[in-house]
C-alpha cells in the first residue's frame, strides 16, 4: 500500500472516535482524497484563517487561542510554499493533514480550529475558494490568445482567402475576419467563466454538515474576511450544491470545442490540398517511418483532447443525478472532473496560443483559391439589385450566369459583356471592377463584416476588450 502507518491520534481520520478498529489499509487507499485536493492546501488555510478569526471574535475560542491558530496556519502555509513541510499522503484528505499538522505545532489549541465546522461546508468553501482563485488566471489564458488572434487579425485585414458553407467555397473573406471569428467565440467564453464566478460569490462556511450551527457563529464575518459577497441562504443546499462544478465544466467543455473547431481547420489548412498555413517546426512533428512528413500533431492533440474535457462534463452530471439532499459521499468525486477539465483547456489555451502565434500563412494560395468556386456569384446578384431588380430575380440571373460560366468552363469574371447580357440586359462592363475577389470583400462593410475597415476595428475591439480584463 502506499499509505503509510497513521502514528499520531492527531492524524487519525476525523470521524474515527465512533470506532473502536480502525479502517482497513484498502479501505483508507480506496476512500482517501488527499491525492486529488491536495492542489487546495492553500485555499483550505485561506477558509481556516477566516473561521479561526471569526471563533475568536464569537468567543468560541479565547483571543490567545484564535493568535495561536493563526500562527500555527501560517507556518503551515510558508513551510508547504518553501518546500520545508510535504505533504503526508496518509491523511485521507488535504483538510486532516492541515488540521493534524497544526495541531501537532500548537497543541490542544489546533483541536478547537474545527469548532462548528463541518468537512462538509469546509470543502464547499474550499471549491470556492479555489476556483475563485485560478479560474481569473484560465481567462487571462484566454485574453492571451484573444490577443494573439487580434494581432494576426490587424496584419491580415486585407488577406484575402475563400469563406466556406457547408465546407463549399462560398464568399470572399479576409483572414482577419476569420480569426477576428475565433476571437469573438473565446470571448463568450471568457463571459461565460466569469458569470459563473459571479455565482459562487457566496460563503458555504457556516452551514455545518447540512442544518447550520447551534453555537454563534457569525457568517457574515467570514464571508467578508473571505471577500465574498455574503453567505449563502440555505445550510442544506450549501453542502449539498456542485451546480458550479457542472457550470465550469460546461464552460470547459464549449471552451475546449471551440479550440477543437479551431484545429480542424488548422489540421484542414495544413494539407498539401490546402497549404493555407505553415505551422512552425517547433509546433509539428514527423514521421517515425516516413521522413518528410511535417504532422499538425498539436492541433489534433488539442482537437483529440475535447473528448477527456466532454467526458469530465458528463462525469460530474452522472454522479449528481440521483443524489438525495443533502451531503453524499459521491460528492467527494467532483473534484478529479473538474480539475481534470480544468487542467486540459488551460494547457490546451497555452499550446494553441504559442502554435498560431508561430504560424505563418501562405497568403498567395489563400487569394488563388478565391478564384475557384464563382465565390462571387452573389455580388452579381448584388450589382443587379442595385439596379432596381428584385433579389429573388436577381439571384435568378446570377445562377443563370454561374451556369454559363460552368458549361463554358470560365469564371464568372471571364464571361464577356455580352454573355453577361443574355442573362440580363442590365449588365455592363462595369460588372467586372465589382465581382473581384478583393472588392467583393472589401463591398462587405456593414458591421462585423470582411471589408479591411471592420475586420480593424474588430480586432481593435478585441484588444480594448483584452486590455480591460487582464486580471492581476
Known amino acids: 500500500m502506499r499509505h503509510g502507518t497513521i502514528t499520531s491520534d492527531n492524524h487519525a481520520a476525523l470521524w474515527s472516535g465512533r470506532f473502536k478498529e480502525g479502517p482497513d489499509a484498502a479501505a483508507v487507499e480506496f476512500e482517501t482524497s488527499i491525492y486529488v485536493d491536495e492542489r487546495m492546501a492553500f485555499d483550505d488555510i485561506q477558509g481556516s484563517l477566516a473561521h479561526a478569526q471569526m471563533l475568536g471574535q464569537a468567543g468560541l475560542v479565547s483571543k490567545a487561542e484564535a493568535a495561536k491558530i493563526k500562527a500555527g496556519l501560517l507556518s503551515i502555509k510558508k513551510d508547504l510554499e518553501s518546500g520545508k513541510l ?21 497543541g490542544a489549541a489546533g483541536k478547537k480550529l474545527h469548532t462548528g465546522r463541518s468537512r462538509n461546508d469546509q470543502i464547499a ?41 457547408h465546407m463549399q467555397h462560398a464568399q470572399p473573406v479576409t483572414l482577419g475576419q ?41 457568517r457574515k ?22 451546480d458550479y462544478c457542472i457550470e465550469f465544466a460546461s464552460a470547459f467543455s464549449l471552451l475546449q470545442m471551440h479550440l477543437s473547431r479551431f484545429c480542424e481547420e488548422i489540421v484542414l489548412w495544413a494539407t498539401s490540398e ?70 486540459t483547456v488551460s494547457s490546451c489555451l497555452t499550446v494553441f496560443t504559442y502554435m498560431i502565434s508561430s504560424a505563418s500563412f501562405n497568403k498567395k494560395k489563400m487569394a488563388d483559391s478565391c478564384q475557384d468556386g464563382y465565390l462571387n456569384a452573389t455580388d452579381v446578384a448584388d450589382y443587379l439589385v442595385r439596379k432596381g431588380v428584385p433579389f429573388r430575380e436577381a439571384h435568378g440571373i446570377s445562377a443563370k450566369a454561374v451556369r454559363m460560366a460552368i458549361d463554358a468552363g470560365v469564371r464568372l469574371e471571364d464571361l464577356c459583356v455580352e454573355e453577361f447580357q443574355r442573362c440580363s440586359k442590365l449588365i455592363g462592363e462595369d460588372i467586372y471592377a465589382l465581382i473581384t475577389p478583393a472588392a467583393c470583400a472589401a463591398e462587405r462593410k456593414t458591421i462585423g463584416g470582411t471589408a479591411p475597415e471592420r475586420v480593424k476595428e474588430q480586432a481593435t475591439a478585441l484588444k480594448k476588450i483584452v486590455s480591460k480584463r487582464k486580471k492581476k
Open 178 to 218: 476569420h480569426l477576428c471569428a475565433w476571437a469573438w467565440s473565446l470571448e463568450r467564453d471568457w463571459s461565460r467563466l466569469e458569470d459563473a464566478l459571479a455565482r459562487i460569490s457566496l460563503s458555504p462556511l457556516g452551514s455545518g454538515a447540512l442544518a447550520g450551527s447551534g453555537l454563534p457563529l457569525d
Open 125 to 165: 468553501l474550499d471549491e470556492r475558494i479555489h476556483l475563485r482563485r485560478v479560474i481569473p488566471l484560465l481567462q487571462n489564458k484566454i485574453l492571451s490568445l484573444i490577443d494573439a488572434l487580434a494581432s494576426i487579425a490587424q496584419k491580415n485585414a486585407d488577406t484575402l482567402m475563400p469563406g466556406y458553407t
Open 221 to 242: 464575518l467570514t464571508a467578508k474576511l473571505l471577500g465574498f459577497d455574503g453567505p449563502t441562504p440555505n445550510s442544506i443546499d450549501s453542502v449539498s450544491d456542485r
Open 274 to 343: 490546402f497549404n493555407f498555413i505553415n505551422l512552425s517546426e517547433k509546433w509539428s512533428t514527423g514521421s517515425s517511418i516516413m521522413p518528410q512528413k511535417k504532422n499538425p500533431d498539436f492541433a489534433e492533440l488539442i482537437r483529440g483532447r475535447a473528448g477527456k474535457v466532454y467526458g469530465d462534463l458528463i462525469n460530474l452530471l452522472t454522479m449528481m443525478k440521483g443524489l438525495p439532499l443533502s451531503y453524499d459521499r459521491d460528492l467527494q468525486e467532483d473534484k478529479a472532473p473538474l480539475f481534470d477539465a480544468m487542467d
Open 86 to 106: 510535504k505533504i503526508d499522503y496518509s491523511a485521507e484528505d488535504i483538510h486532516s493533514f492541515i488540521e493534524a499538522t497544526l495541531t501537532d505545532r500548537i
